[in-house]
């Protein structure tokens, strides 16, 4: 067994509009790392918790703990006791796969810890999806997929087996992140605004959309990627939730932007531009858009980022 392992994991964006629960992508805006070592007393311990956003989140029950103890459980080796430590890079509660982020990287430092470094990456976003329903309620497994595989992750599950596989794509994007107040349960909140049923014609139009995100984004079709991501069924629920949503969308179309949804459960939103340079115009119209609102905010730019790795 190793001694010590320390691996990193990158913010996601889920659902791109139309690819609820089912689409992630990793985003090189942020990371949080989780360094693990093993300990005597059969536990799984946070034992400390450093970085930017580390005032924000809990040391019991934190997601990476989950993760790891559902980890463990999974390779039945639940009587081995891990401590850990966590940078939190990822601004907690707002949409961009914070909690996700430690599970994910959680899960790959403790299999670099056991020397298992074979282990399919559907089990890693398993217990990871696992440890991520500590805070967000009910498992969804785009962002950990995500923040595991890296680049754009396509998420199925089928009779509670979970299907995950990474798609390389090239795109640019502007985040716009508000730091205004959220409910204590944010994702399960916004996931009690969504509708129960829909309509068979509601489920075509959002399926072809979907369908040419995904298609847009491999071929580098990026009009045809931000056309698809105007979601019909999700995002109209909960945008209402979202700050300033519409003068957001506007500033992103007026800066060049090909598409524009919510990134996650909110409050954050995403662009996808053409480039590097209108993804920083986008991200600047976010942040003169924020400041009217008297917002106080976070603006930046972002790539698909790499899978969770040992650093
Ligand atoms: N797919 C999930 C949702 C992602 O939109 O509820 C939450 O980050």
């Known amino acids: 067994m190793a001694v010590k392992v320390r691996a990193r994991a990158y913010s996601s964006s889920a659902n791109l509009g139309p690819g609820f629960d089912t689409l992630g992508i990793a985003l090189d805006a942020f990371f949080d790392e989780v360094t693990v070592w093993e300990n005597s007393n059969g536990k799984v311990v946070v034992e400390e918790i450093a970085g930017p956003y580390s005032g924000l989140v809990r040391r019991k029950g934190n997601t990476a703990e989950r993760a790891v103890r559902e980890f463990l459980l999974m390779t039945g080796q639940q009587g081995i006791g891990v401590s850990m430590r966590i940078w939190k890079g990822v601004p907690p509660g707002r949409g961009l796969g914070s909690s996700g982020a430690s599970a994910a990287a959680a899960v790959r430092a403790v299999a670099g810890l056991l020397e298992m470094e074979d282990i399919p990456a559907s089990l890693l976003v398993m217990a990871a999806g696992l440890g991520e329903s ?58 009690r605004v969504l509708p129960e049923s829909i309509s068979f014609q509601e489920h075509v139009a959002n399926s072809q959309r979907l369908a040419m995100l995904i298609t847009g984004l491999v071929n580098r ?18 945008s209402v939730f979202i ?10 179309f007026d800066s060049g932007g090909l598409g524009f949804t919510i990134s996650g459960a909110g409050p954050s939103v995403i662009a996808l531009a053409e ?5 920083a115009e986008i991200a600047k119209g ?10 106080r905010h976070l603006s930046t730019t972002a790539k698909p980022a790499p899978g969770a790795f040992i650093v």
Request: charge should be negative; aromatic fraction near 10%; glycine fraction near 8%.
């Open 243 to 252: 700050p300033c949503y519409e003068e957001l969308k506007k500033a992103a």
């Open 134 to 191: 500590e805070s967000s309620g009910n498992p969804h497994y785009d962002n950990v997929a995500a923040s595991i595989l890296g680049g754009l992750a396509v998420v199925s599950v089928f009779r509670e087996e979970v299907f995950v596989e990474r798609l390389d794509v090239e795109a640019f994007f502007a985040v716009g992140v508000p730091f205004v107040s959220v409910p204590e349960n944010k994702t399960g909140a916004m996931r």
């Open 221 to 238: 079709d990026y009009r045809l990627a931000g056309r698809a991501m105007d979601d019909l069924i999700v995002t109209p629920r909960r």
């Open 275 to 279: 480039s590097g340079q209108e993804a």
């Open 286 to 295: 976010f942040s003169e858009v924020y400041s009217e609102c008297g917002i």
